[in-house]
């Protein structure tokens, strides 16, 4: 396959735990919303308490391939690769607070 983004096989391929974990967030979260999380959402639901910890792992999975900053734009990642959420795994689910703060 030439474009190694659609490759099924390639998904996830040299991912840490902690990094799926972030992508599938990331992508749960611009699937129900269409809007990008902020680093202090994205570090409620991964349960960390740094929003540095949330940087390094943005800054790998952008690394990586998976995602893309867009320059100039707050909150602005794009999805080129997407982490498959495998059907023995729940798929991500909103924690309370951040649902009610999204108003969902």
């Known amino acids: 396959m030439d474009n190694p983004a659609l490759d099924p096989a390639s998904v996830g391929i040299g991912l840490t735990p902690n990094q799926a974990d972030c992508m ?3 992508q749960e979260l611009m699937d129900q919303s269409g ?3 902020s680093y202090q959402e994205l570090a409620d639901e991964l349960d960390l308490r740094s929003k540095g910890a949330i940087h390094r792992l943005i800054t790998r999975l952008i690394e990586r391939g998976y995602l893309r900053r867009q320059p100039h734009h707050s909150r602005a990642l794009e999805i080129l690769r997407r982490v498959p959420l495998t059907l023995d795994e729940p798929s991500f689910v909103l924690s309370a607070d951040l649902a009610e703060r999204r108003g969902q």
């Open 35 to 37: 809007v990008c999380p």
């Open 24 to 26: 599938r967030v990331i």
